[in-house]
C-alpha cells in the first residue's frame, strides 16, 4: 500500500516568513495529492491540490509543487500570517474511488 | 448547501452506553466516510459507504455498526465503547472520490 512521510512535524516561524512542508510518497501509480489545513478544534479542510500531470499549483500565497521522479511533493505558504496556524496534512492516492493516504501532519505555528 | 453536517457536536458516554452519531450532506455526493481521529494525528479511515452500501470497513471493532439510511444520511452507531475510543469522529462525503468534504466532527468521551 501507499506510505506518505512527512515533514517537519512542527514548524515555527515568524509572521511574513515562508513556510515549507515536505511529503514523500512510495506508491507510482498515486496521481493525486491534496492538502488540507485543520485549526484547532475544527474540521480538515482542503486548501490545495494537484494532480500528477502539472508540476505546480499556485493559490495566491499557497503553492504545491510536484516532483514525480522523485515522489515528493511539497506545500509553498509565502508571507505567512497568525491565522496561518494550524496542522497541515497531505496525502496521496491514486485518486477516484481510491482511499488517500494521510501523512502524519506538521503543526505550524506563525509568531505575530 | 455545500456543508457536511455532524450531530452531535460533544457527547460524553458511560462504557454500558448506547449513542448514534449523524451526518448529513446534501450535495448529492455519492460517497461518504467515517473517520476517527486522535488530537494532532491525521484522520484514520473506519467505514467508506458508495452509493448508499457498505465498500469498506477497515476492520474497526463490532461496537461501532454504521448504517447508511439514505444517500444524505449517515449513521455511527455506538455500543459498549471503551474509554481508548474517545476521540474526534469525522464524517466526510465525495462526489468523486477526490475531494473529502468533512464535517465538523463529534467529540465524544468514553469513562
Known amino acids: ?112 | 448547501d455545500t456543508e457536511v453536517t455532524q450531530t452531535p457536536k460533544h457527547l460524553v458516554m458511560g462504557m454500558t452506553n448506547k449513542k448514534s452519531l449523524k451526518c448529513e450532506q446534501h450535495m448529492g455526493h455519492r460517497a461518504m466516510y467515517w473517520y476517527k481521529q486522535k488530537a494532532k494525528k491525521p484522520p484514520e479511515l473506519m467505514f467508506v459507504y458508495s452509493y448508499e452500501k457498505l465498500s469498506i470497513n477497515e476492520s474497526v471493532p463490532s461496537r461501532f455498526s454504521p448504517e447508511c439510511p439514505n444517500s444524505s444520511l449517515l449513521n455511527l452507531h455506538l455500543h459498549a465503547l471503551q474509554p481508548e475510543d474517545s476521540a474526534l469522529y469525522l464524517c466526510a462525503s465525495s462526489q468523486s472520490g477526490d475531494e473529502r468534504f468533512f464535517g465538523s466532527g463529534t467529540q465524544l468521551s468514553v469513562l
Open chain 1, 1 to 112: 500500500g501507499e506510505n506518505v512521510e512527512q515533514h517537519p512535524s512542527t514548524l515555527s516561524v515568524q509572521e511574513g516568513d515562508s513556510a515549507v512542508i515536505k511529503c514523500t510518497y512510495s506508491d507510482s501509480a498515486s496521481n493525486y495529492f491534496p492538502w488540507y489545513k485543520q485549526e484547532l478544534g475544527k474540521r480538515p479542510q482542503l486548501i490545495i491540490d494537484i494532480r500528477s500531470n502539472v508540476g505546480e499549483k499556485k493559490d495566491q500565497r499557497i503553492a504545491v509543487t510536484l516532483n514525480k521522479t522523485a515522489k515528493h511533493f511539497s506545500l509553498h505558504i509565502t508571507e505567512t500570517q497568525p491565522e496561518d496556524s494550524a496542522v497541515y496534512f497531505c496525502a496521496a492516492s491514486r485518486g477516484g474511488s481510491y482511499i488517500p493516504t494521510f501523512g502524519r501532519g506538521t503543526s505550524l505555528i506563525v509568531h505575530p
